[in-house]
């Protein structure tokens, strides 16, 4: 028996509810589904989708309305749900749900975009913050021993082989140095990018740009992960990424884990 754990930037859960998010849902043979970019309150979803039925849903929303949020789908109720770190310029924008079920525990996490308003780069000083911030909130459970994954949207790529076209993207956020630096201290620390150990061939994505026939092309960037650490990939049996699902800019990707992990 194994326990699959999914994550997905939704890009808008109403809109992808309106392509397929429910159908696919049940197909999708998961206990612990993890969606990032909800962009509504739990309040302005339909009911199918804020409550369907035989899954548990958790959201965190940011206070800014129609920005961020994610949302959590497990078939069974966690023993404890945690949104906050404790920075409230960060707690605000809702990117966060620090999940226990048993001895496994689930960070569901929409890091931000280095990017402000106008592209300008001005949010990078923020998404490093916001790195380091949850990195230090994990650090005793890996420390320890602890099985934990973070699962989400990192907005970073963090080599050449996890984007179609890294030389022209080299001054882009996503891809700049301090952010991949910053992705390689989780790695050194003992995190485990669960895909590449298992995946170690090029072409393998998580986004497109939504201009037309960018995703047909496979012109991508691998910026979806879950992260394992040493106590949690131990039981990690596969990783995939889901490229055939669509209904967001972003597809799914997944971790198969032996059901011993809780």
């Known amino acids: 028996m194994s326990v699959r754990v999914v994550s997905w930037n939704v890009n808008g859960l ?17 206990q612990v589904v993890a969606l990032q970019e909800v962009r509504a309150r739990a309040d302005q979803l339909p009911n199918e989708v804020r409550a369907p039925p035989r899954w548990k849903t958790h959201f965190s929303s940011a206070e800014r309305p129609g920005y961020s949020g994610v949302g ?7 023993d404890a749900v945690e949104t906050r770190l404790g920075v409230p310029e960060m707690d605000v924008e809702g990117r966060l749900q620090l999940a226990r079920f048993g001895k ?12 402000g308003k106008d592209r300008d780069l001005s949010r990078i000083p ?3 913050a916001f790195y380091r911030r949850l990195f230090a909130e994990l650090e005793k459970p890996l420390r320890d021993g602890g099985r934990v994954l973070v699962v989400g949207d990192f907005n970073t790529a963090h080599q050449d082989i996890d984007l179609a076209r890294p030389r022209e993207n080299r001054e882009t956020s996503g891809f700049r140095p301090e952010e991949r630096e910053e992705l390689d201290r989780w790695l050194r620390a003992g995190w485990v990018d669960s895909f590449r150990h298992f995946n170690k061939g090029g ?3 998580s986004w497109w740009s939504q201009r037309f026939g960018v995703r047909e092309k496979n012109i991508g960037w691998r910026i ?13 049996k596969r990783a995939a990424i889901h490229p055939e699902v669509s209904g967001s800019d972003h597809c799914p990707v997944s971790v198969d884990l032996d059901s011993a992990v809780r």
Do not use: I
């Open 203 to 205: 072409g393998h994505y």
């Open 72 to 78: 959590l789908f497990s078939r069974d109720e966690p």
């Open 14 to 30: 109403r809109s992808a509810h309106g392509k397929g998010f429910l159908p696919w849902l049940s197909g999708a043979r998961a």
């Open 104 to 115: 496994l525990t689930v960070a569901n996490v929409y890091f931000p975009n280095g990017n």
């Open 224 to 236: 979806d992960y879950v992260l394992a650490s040493p106590g949690a990939m131990a039981y990690v």
């Open 126 to 128: 923020f998404k490093l």
